[in-house]
């Protein structure tokens, strides 16, 4: 095997490629691209669908698939809300959405692992009950103006780097450390390459893939937190068709739908691709009546180019 | 009728090489109107592989097919379905969700003049067909409710309708109970009064003697024999089976055994193990021999807590072990080579450091962080003592040949040093310079004192490299002998069942 050849070159950096390719152009299209306000800005956009694409990338690596993040952003973000304006401790709040995010993660796996119902299905049940539970909870209506140590959550800064940024950043870096270095990461692999194989060197496969549903719901919750705060409202349709960007993310980057090859630096590129786009589609003032289409068009390409 | 003595099928000097492998040398079959014939042999004797020469699978690299008198080409497994030649496959072709009358008809069926589907001409010419064959099923049935045999039934019927004049029947006995075999001999007499020839496979030597005319027996690829049934004992093709075989180089017997070490009491668990016990005792290698299918793999994956059983007890150095899960073998000293490397064993798109070290990653960690550092250096260190040919550590395992994949599947378990180590199928697929490093691997932990169940196909294998042999058949041990007594013949006989054990030692 020729470890230089173009194929494989193109199939290990063609995301790669695809993502430089795209920035050139873009930055020879508009002025405004490379400026330093442009791209903490896109930054800032990508952190949402990055955190969520964190979880989905582990649940990916199972072979496995989440439909639900969307709808379990929305349910809580708006119990968080309601705790704050309630008068709950800021902390207390965001941890009582944290954990509801992870119960709802939790009950994907368990109904997944144990009762061996296929993840599509799990998982779009859970989309349509918690989507209406938000919906029953707030009888349709936003929830507003939330205390401002909160809205830091948003948009506070440390050093220049706005706050969100901050915490996708340190999502991706303990979610690479996990997947790359710990028995647990090992383990993810072990079971998306051959579950029948994971058994019978004693992995407790039905653990690990609650863990990862878990997981899944807790950064769903974690970048509703950070949605609600920069909008200043929780709104019971928040997230609609999220997962579909964050699956865009995690198979742009090369994570393999059948499991178990794969990671997240090809997800951070795979989020920074669909961001910049979103971005370029902005800045060249292209109608949005265009927008999905081109979106569309480009992330085609860019798949075609790093599966050839 | 045609002429009895013209044969319907003649295949001559039927050759086909694999990469490395010759799995038909120069094979002559010929098959009689309306002759039941019987095909015989080994795993990997070569009837499967000439059964697809004969179907279109696969094409042979030299020799010649004539059916009916004529010689044919078959390309292909359609051409083969319209020169008349069906096959029922051990594993069915159904569709479950569909009736028994859309199965027979699949593709074919009768059509009104929009190209709709006239039902009750479907339903009509089903009946006529299965009246025809004295099969008694209703043609609206869904297919999935029907019991394998009914199944089986639908295909053969489905076979017929197609014209098949010749019917090859791999196994067709292996999922049926006793009457439903009687039933199925029925029909085929029934097929035999309607012109139709069948070639029978079939490890029971029991069935060949009551439904074959002839048999032909295959041992490596070769064509051994062929004769009439009333002219051959069950030992006779046995020992045809068999054969006398070039000796492989196996290494030396152990020191001897030490203590009992695993005993397994009464392990149940329908169809496939019925009441099973043994006893393994370090520092031996016992050899678990039968017939694919006989329980073997079964009882493996009992003891190691894959599959749940109905009964029985595992002890392990006389005290009572909980097992449920591969886990809690593990936690006893336990470890498992897979059957199917690929399929079971091995995370294909994982490196050889990885896959060395996945079952004892407990061991390797800090706080759940992996200590790459003793990792590599224990992936090494087995890659070393093994002879695992790989360019580096960090290769995926997908990469490296049939036996290195091996020896990285037994350095695994290697590493934990069980007391307790069951392969199964060890040497199945790779080369013969491999397979003698495995056995001469197996012997030295035998003689470090480790316990080695080893289940094994190969007759050669199992008297080579055993201290003491087992046979199971159909779910339960059937017999015992220690390295000096045993021999191909008797193991094959016990195998087979044509020798039955004492009546005392089949009960319960």
């Known amino acids: ?308 | 009728m045609t002429d009895t003595g013209t044969p319907i099928l003649r295949m001559v000097g039927i050759t086909k090489t694999f990469p490395g492998v010759r799995a038909l040398d120069n094979v002559t079959l010929e098959v009689l109107p309306q002759e039941v014939h019987g095909l015989v042999g080994e795993n990997g004797a070569g009837k499967t592989t000439l059964m697809k020469i004969l179907t279109g699978v696969y094409q042979a690299d030299a020799g010649h097919i004539e059916f009916k008198g004529r010689p044919v080409q078959i390309p292909n497994p359609r051409a083969a379905q319209l020169l008349g030649i069906a096959i029922i496959h051990q594993e069915l072709a159904v569709l479950p969700e569909m009736s028994v009358a859309e199965n027979i008809f699949l593709g074919r069926e009768p059509a009104g003049p929009l190209g709709t589907v006239r039902w009750d001409e479907l339903y009509r010419q089903t009946q006529a067909l299965l009246d025809r064959l004295g099969i008694d099923l209703p043609p609206r049935t869904r297919v999935g409710n029907l019991t394998i045999a009914q199944q089986q039934m639908v295909e053969i019927a489905k076979a017929l309708s197609l014209e098949a004049d010749l019917l090859v029947m791999d196994e067709p006995t292996s999922a049926l109970t006793e009457r439903e075999t009687e039933i199925l001999f029925r029909l085929i007499e029934t097929l035999k009064a309607h012109g139709v020839s069948i070639i029978y496979i079939s490890h029971r030597l029991e069935e060949i003697f009551q439904i074959c005319d002839r048999v032909t027996v295959m041992r490596d690829g070769q064509h051994i024999d062929t004769r009439p049934i009333d002219q051959l004992t069950p030992q006779e093709v046995v020992r045809l089976m068999v054969g006398r075989r070039i000796k492989d180089i196996y290494p030396p017997p152990g020191k001897g055994r030490g203590p009992l070490k695993l005993e397994v009491r009464g392990l149940h668990r329908p169809p496939r193990l019925r009441h099973v016990s043994l006893k393994l005792y370090s520092g031996e290698i016992l050899g678990l021999a039968g017939l694919v299918g006989s329980g073997r793999t079964d009882l493996a994956r009992a003891i190691f807590g894959v599959d749940p059983v109905e009964a029985g007890e595992i002890w392990i150095d006389g005290q009572l072990a909980t097992i449920r899960s591969p886990d809690d073998a593990m936690a006893q000293g336990m470890g498992l080579v897979p059957e199917d490397r690929k399929g079971q064993g091995l995370f294909l798109q994982m490196t050889v450091r990885q896959n060395t070290v996945i079952a004892r990653l407990k061991e390797l960690s800090r706080w759940g962080f992996i200590d790459f550092r003793r990792a590599e250096a224990e992936t090494r260190r087995f890659v070393e003592e093994l002879d695992i040919r790989t360019p580096s550590l960090e290769q995926l395992v997908h990469n490296l040949s049939g036996g290195n994949q091996q020896k990285v599947v037994i350095a695994r378990w290697l590493g934990r040093a069980p007391s307790i180590l069951i392969l199964d199928e060890p040497t199945r697929g790779i080369d013969v310079g491999a397979k003698a490093e495995i056995h001469t691997l197996m012997r030295q932990l035998a003689d470090d004192g480790m316990a080695i169940l080893m289940i094994s196909s190969e007759l050669p294998e199992v008297l080579g490299v055993s201290d003491r042999i087992l046979v199971m058949r159909e779910g339960r041990m059937v017999a015992e002998f220690s390295r000096e007594e045993a021999t191909q013949d008797r193991i094959m006989a016990y195998a087979t069942g044509a020798a039955q054990p004492a009546q005392e030692e089949l009960a319960p």
């Open chain 1, 1 to 308: 095997m020729n470890r230089y050849s173009l194929g494989s070159i193109l199939q290990r950096f063609g995301i790669a490629i695809s993502f430089v390719l795209l920035c050139v152009a873009l930055s020879l299209l508009s002025d405004r691209f490379l400026t330093l306000p442009n791209i903490v800005n896109v930054l800032r956009q990508i952190t949402i669908n990055g955190i969520i694409a964190v979880g989905m990338t582990y649940v990916i690596l199972i072979a496995e698939i989440d439909l639900s993040v969307g709808s379990v952003l929305a349910l809580t973000s708006i119990v968080t809300a309601d705790m704050l304006q309630k008068g709950l401790p800021i902390p207390l709040a965001i941890l009582i959405g944290l954990a509801l995010g992870a119960l709802l993660g939790a009950v994907n796996g368990v109904i997944t692992a144990k009762f061996r119902v296929p993840s599509f299905i799990t998982t779009l049940g859970m989309l349509t009950s918690a989507r209406g539970a938000a919906l029953l909870y707030t009888e349709g209506r936003p929830i507003t103006g939330l205390p401002d140590g909160f809205r830091a959550l948003g948009r506070g800064e440390v050093a220049g780097i706005p706050a969100p940024v901050l915490i996708a950043g340190v999502v991706f870096v303990l979610g690479w450390l996990i997947l790359k270095r710990t028995q647990a990461g090992e383990y993810i692999y072990a079971i998306g390459n051959n579950p029948t194989a994971a058994r019978l060197v004693g992995i407790s496969i039905d653990r690990y893939r609650t863990l990862v549903f878990l997981v899944a719901g807790l950064l769903a919750a974690l970048a509703g937190m950070i949605l609600t705060a920069r909008l200043n409202s929780a709104q019971p349709t928040a997230g609609v068709a999220f997962e579909l960007d964050a699956i865009a993310a995690v198979v742009l980057g090369g994570t393999s739908f059948s499991g178990g090859v794969g990671g997240l630096g090809g997800t951070l590129l795979g989020a920074l691709i669909i961001g910049v786009l979103d971005n370029g589609l902005n800045l060249l003032n292209i109608s949005s009546l265009y927008e999905q289409l081109v979106k569309g068009a480009v992330i085609a390409l860019a798949l075609l180019i790093h599966r050839k």
